[in-house]
């Protein structure tokens, strides 16, 4: 994905391209013109992005499936500016660029917020027909974010007094895809007192009834998506179901959600 900032190019291709009357052959245009690919030059890109506070390696992906890094390319008050896929780890520019000295700066980009900034390098000439490989860059983020949980199994409550659900049972498995799988080993802290330790994704406990007004958070968990399994009790009945997939945001935004559970009505013990 690449949305492209346009200065003059288009108007000097146009202009580099027209030659007139005198150079039309059967209504075409003149093929002795200037070639624009050898006047322009490009930038190419490559970058990194990393926890800030473990210095680990982050996956673009895991922040946001459309994560995207902006490059500024300045001079002279005009210039242009090149977006790409951070997924892609590195881009070369399509915007062409007259020759010049140029000073460049990166952005990252998530649902149109900054999320990291980067600085880079001045003093950049680029020539006629040259492409230049700038020096890699790295972006530092927040990649944890928080979660908030409520879990609605009826109208009228999920407890005594509601649909009478004896006990819950939680897990929460990581679902970015290839390498981010596997059970995602939280403890939620719960509003009506306790905590639940979701950290066994085979066998999960069964805690209290969790009525409908609680919530369960938890205060930091590594950013993407994820898949919850929920399970309403009666007796040793999974009666109620919920199997969401949630996003959890970097920069240590919250997430908060009300989980609809289904009743699995057909399950003799659960009507």
């Known amino acids: 994905m690449s949305f492209r900032v346009l200065t003059r190019a288009a108007g000097l291709i146009a202009l580099a391209t027209w030659s007139g ?10 093929a002795g013109g200037p070639d624009l690919g050898t006047a322009v030059g490009r930038f190419s890109l490559r970058w990194s992005v990393i926890d800030q506070g473990t210095s ?16 500024q390319a300045a001079r002279d008050g005009t210039g242009a500016v090149e977006s790409f896929a951070c997924r892609n780890l590195q881009g070369t520019s399509m915007t062409p660029l007259f020759p010049g000295t140029y000073s460049f700066s990166y952005e990252l980009h998530i649902g149109g917020t900054t999320i990291a900034r980067a600085s880079g390098p001045t003093g950049v000439v680029i020539g006629p027909g040259q492409q230049v490989d700038l020096a890699p860059t790295t972006f530092q983020v927040d990649a944890s974010g928080r979660l908030e949980l409520r879990l609605r199994a009826g109208a009228a409550g999920n407890c005594t007094g509601g649909v009478a659900i004896s006990g819950f049972s939680l897990s929460l498995q990581h679902a970015g895809g290839p390498g981010d799988t596997g059970c995602a080993p939280v403890v939620f802290a719960l509003s009506g007192g306790g905590t639940y330790n979701a950290s066994d994704c085979s066998a999960p406990a069964v805690t209290r009834c969790i009525a409908a007004d609680e919530t369960l958070t938890v205060a930091s968990l590594p950013a993407g998506s994820y898949q919850i399994h929920v399970r309403g009790k009666k007796r040793t009945l999974d009666c109620w179901i919920n199997d969401d997939v949630l996003r959890v945001p970097p920069q ?11 009743l699995q009505s057909e399950t003799p013990g659960c009507q």
């Open 56 to 71: 680990q390696s982050v996956n673009c992906d895991q922040l946001d499936p459309n994560a995207t890094v902006f490059v």
């Open 252 to 262: 240590s935004a919250l997430q908060s959600e009300t989980l609809n559970l289904a």
């Open 21 to 30: 009357c005198d150079g039309c052959n059967g209504g075409g245009f003149d």
